[in-house]
Every structure is written in C-alpha cells, then in structure tokens.
C-alpha cells in the first residue's frame, strides 16, 4: 500500500520497509492516545486496529530480522509498549501536572529504551559491502542495524587502503545520541 503512495520506496530492502511502516503505525498509536479524549469509542477500536495491524506487520518482519531477532523484538515492543502508555494513561484518566502530559511516559520509555540498547547491544561497528574505493575514501552500502542504530544506504567512509568492489568489510560507527553514521572502514 504505501508503494502505491510513494513510488520510491520501492528502493528500500525489506528490513527498512518493515521498519518503516513499524514507525507509521507507531505515530498512528500515539495520535489515537491523543485522540481518546475527544472520541473515545471511535479511538479505542482504532487502538485494536492499529495493534493487530503492528503486530502483524511485526511478526512478517521477523523473517527479515533472522541474525538480531532478539534485538528486532525487544527494540519494537518496547516501542510498543512505550506507545501503549499514552493510550493507557488517557483510558485511565491518570494526569501528570497537567491533562496535555501525556507525551512524558512515552518520552521516559523512549530515553529507557535508548539507555537499554547503548547499554546491552550497542555495537561500534558494522558490516558493509564495498562499491567503491582508493586509498582514502570508500563508497560503502549498509543494511539496517539495530545493534549500532544504524539505517541503510550508501555512505562515504575513510579507507585506509584499496578494497576490491563487493567485498565485505567491517566499519566502525560514529555514534550520535538517536543513531549511528558509519565513519571508517576498520579491516
């Protein structure tokens, strides 16, 4: 479906597809919490629609996550679970300060999750295929990795040397708060 939306997604690998609609119906959850005051009834089924439809574009993308499968399913149902405590809190009537602050749970889940990860399976580098190189510079392409947070695509390396096109290398990452950019080929 949202091929027909926007024709260039089908440059994504399946990975980055799966983790793409993951993120829509993620943001989906999290305007439906907002929502539930305003139109409750409407937004509670809408809240079983879009976790049946999370979970099933979930456990297809299991296959694609075969290497880090532990990490795919803790990463995506924390997220899950991070978007589920801002419906929660607006179906229980539970208010923080203020009644418009239903957006800290989700924020302390999403800081938890990324303290989790940098902390347990946090990698500083990743594998890469090699497009083009010379001595300084390589053309490098990635798929995505959870375990650096690090997204698909072609990227500009250093090099410290020749590598041969299509050969697999390892590449160290520069490390941001959010995500991962890799930085220097390191074999």
Do not use: C, H, W
């Not at 479906?1 to 993951?22: D, G």
């Not at 809408?46 to 993308?61: D, E, G, S, T």
């Not at 075969?66 to 990490?71: L, Q």
């Not at 999403?110 to 010379?134: G, Q, T």
């Amino acid at each position: 479906m949202l091929e027909k939306i926007f024709p260039q997604i089908t440059e994504l690998n399946s990975r980055s597809l799966s983790v793409l609609k993951l993120q829509i119906i993620l943001i989906l959850l999290l305007l439906n919490g907002f929502v539930y005051s305003f139109f409750s009834v409407p937004a509670f089924y809408a809240q079983i629609v879009f976790n049946l439809l999370y979970l099933k574009v979930f456990f297809k993308a299991l296959n694609d996550f075969r290497k880090d499968r532990n990490v795919f399913i803790a990463f995506f149902l924390f997220l899950l679970l991070a978007a589920q405590s801002v419906f929660l809190m607006n179906f229980f009537k539970i208010q923080l300060l203020l009644a418009s602050t239903y957006l800290i749970p989700f924020l302390v889940f999403l800081l938890i999750l990324i303290f989790f990860f940098k902390m347990f399976y946090s990698k500083k580098f990743i594998e890469a295929r090699v497009l083009l190189s010379d001595e300084k510079l390589a053309v490098i392409e990635t798929e995505l990795d959870l375990n650096s947070l690090t997204v698909s695509g072609k990227f500009i390396v250093k090099s410290n040397k020749k590598f041969k096109k299509g050969r697999k290398v390892k590449v160290a990452v520069k490390k941001g708060f959010f995500s991962s950019r890799p930085d220097k080929i390191i074999n």
